[in-house]
């Protein structure tokens, strides 16, 4: 039986250091259903300190991230308000531990959005859609882990950040986008690399959440998932995603 507050525990510990912890997983044997019990736990100890849940993210939702990071399973973490950046505004390097971003599309939903539902359904509840950007640092030793170890430490996420909302009757289903570094392009893709179409990572994670008994609420935010590999940020980036016909969003790194 996995000790879920002490796994808990080392993982809020690195995160608030912040300082990389080996995998729980390389001395311990925990199953999946554990894994997202020990998330439950270290967010709300974030919850604790007086943040609020602000919505779920989705992991592993295009071919590029599974590539990337060896793993080839849907997997989903917890929002909450200190995760939070401005558009255009400071993201304080010193705060994580080996931070990446990733290029992403967001959801505001209008209404609850409860269970198995078909796409449409899912398109109703959307109130706008907005180009974003995932700030993920894992809190594992050199950025490696096991399903596991993912899913335990909230699926790596640190941080978020949302452009100008648009109306969802925009056509999202093939965006192009880029991803910019200090001015030059590092990523090229499109919305359609997340399951063919994002929409679909909305109803995988209605699914989810009804199934963790946290239903999607009105009002909250749903990352669909990194269209692209993630890239290592520095001290001193300007990091910049451009989105067909959403626009711009940005952050500055700050060393
Ligand atoms: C895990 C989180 C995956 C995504 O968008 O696919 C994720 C990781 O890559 O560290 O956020
Ligand atoms: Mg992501």
Redesign the pocket.
């Known amino acids: 039986m996995a000790d879920i507050q002490a796994f808990a525990k080392i993982l809020d510990d690195a995160a608030t250091g912040p300082k990389a912890v080996a995998q729980l997983s390389h001395a311990n044997q925990y199953s999946i259903a554990d894994a997202y019990a020990i998330q439950k736990d270290l967010v709300g100890r974030r919850l604790g300190r007086g943040a609020h849940r602000v919505g779920m ?6 071919r590029a ?1 599974m590539v990337q ?1 060896g793993l080839f399973d849907m ?1 989903w973490g917890r929002l909450a308000s200190d995760m939070v950046l401005e558009d255009g505004g400071p993201m304080p390097f010193a705060k994580y531990v080996h931070p990446r971003v ?1 290029p ?1 599309i967001a959801f505001l939903l209008k209404r609850d959005l409860v269970g198995r539902i078909t796409p449409v359904e899912a398109l109703a509840a959307v109130e706008a859609i907005a180009p974003a950007m ?1 700030i ?1 640092d ?1 809190r594992y030793d050199n ?1 490696k882990f096991a399903l596991n170890d ?1 899913i335990a430490d909230n ?3 640190s941080g978020f950040v949302t452009g100008a909302w648009h109306s969802p009757a925009i056509d999202f289903a093939n965006l192009g986008l880029l991803l910019n570094l200090n001015g030059a392009p590092k990523q090229i893709g499109s919305t359609a690399a997340i399951l063919g179409h994002p929409l679909r990572s909305l109803v995988a994670a209605a699914r989810f959440a009804e199934q963790a008994g946290e239903p999607l609420k009105a009002g909250w935010i749903v990352m669909a ?2 269209a692209t590999a ?1 890239e290592a940020l520095a001290p001193g980036q300007y990091v910049e995603l451009e989105m067909q016909h959403l626009g711009r969003v940005a952050f500055i790194v700050q060393g």
């Not at 993210?57 to 295009?62: A, D, P």
């Open positions: 993210k989705m992991g592993f939702t295009s991230k990071m997997i990733e992403e995932e993920i894992s950025f993912v699926s790596s996420s998932g990194g993630a």
